[in-house]
């Protein structure tokens, strides 16, 4: 992007945004370990997706460092639903295990919602089960979204101003554009924001968009927002990604770097944030479980 003359916009990288939070969440398990407790964060793998795969991989490598324990179940591609929820309940009853991960994309002949819901709460690392959404609407204390809490603490990071601005979130599905636009209103100095939240059913968007201190494109269509769906000066946010084969398209057109203010980079972006509030939920997860108190 700085390679560009044209691409004026600042860059806001996740990557020392991340860094910052692992040093953090290192000191907590340093905690645990020193009362006896280690960490631990159990992956479900159902079939053989190698995208799929290569992020549980990652997320095994990533606990390692941290000092969690990664136990993990992997499930073969014609696993039942009884199958999966078996390992669900396994974890759900092993005191052992503080967080769960269900990789998704699951198969489908299985229901994603009907696994989250089957996950103890408590356990919910993702923070997706309707009992921690629900916290989360009532401002009580819980597991946030990965994805949303991950961009909250990019713009805090990179010193964007978000309270009292207004912020316009394109997309509203469960996992980030929903939860986000009820973190980014919480009475918080990291938040406090006017939040409005467009999607399909909302034809002629960028009028709202236009209007924007802060867009977040939530939605999984590659290029879906431009220069022209942005107030000069904007700050931009890419949440939305698709992959096609191993290429990763964003939904932030590339050119909203010529009228943006500030916005991700097409790589190294949120993604991080998202991996670093994955381990900081888990981290939390054990100190709640095991009543010990964070570093
Ligand atoms: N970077 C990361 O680490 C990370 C983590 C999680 C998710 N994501 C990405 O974030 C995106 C959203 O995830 P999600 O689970 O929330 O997805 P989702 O449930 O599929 O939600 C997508 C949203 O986009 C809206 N939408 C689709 N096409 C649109 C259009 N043409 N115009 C306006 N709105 C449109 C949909 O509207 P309707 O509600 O009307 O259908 C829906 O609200 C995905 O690309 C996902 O891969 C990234």
Known sequence: ?????????????????????????????????????????????????????????????????????????????????????WAIGAYNRDPDVHAILVQHPTPPQ????????????????????????????????????????????LLAFHEIPVAGRDVVVLGRGTTLGRPLSLLLSQKRATADAAVTVVHS????????????????AAVGVPGIVRPEHLRPGAVAIGGGVRYEGRRLLPDLDESCATVAGAITPRVGGVGPTTVAMLFRNAVELAERQTGLPAA
Not at 117 to 127: E, M
Not at 201 to 216: F, K, L, Q, S
């Open 1 to 85: 992007m700085t390679e560009n003359p044209t691409h004026t916009a600042r860059p806001l990288p996740g990557g020392p945004v991340a860094e910052a939070v692992f040093a953090e969440i290192t000191a907590r398990v340093a905690a645990l370990r020193a009362a006896g407790v280690v960490p631990s964060l159990a992956t479900i793998l159902v079939g053989d997706d190698p995208a799929s795969a290569g992020y549980i991989r990652m997320k095994q490598e990533r606990a390692a460092e941290l000092g969690f324990a990664s136990p993990h179940i992997h499930l073969s591609a014609t696993a039942t639903p009884a199958d999966l929820l």
């Open 110 to 153: 299985l229901d994603y919602a009907e696994t989250i819901l089957a996950i103890d709460p408590a356990k919910d690392v993702d923070g997706l089960h309707p009992e921690n959404l629900g916290r989360l609407a009532a401002g009580l204390p819980g597991p946030v979204p990965c994805t949303p809490a991950g961009i909250e603490a």
């Open 201 to 216: 059913g909302v034809p002629g968007w960028e009028r709202h968009t236009r209007r924007a201190d802060i867009v977040v």
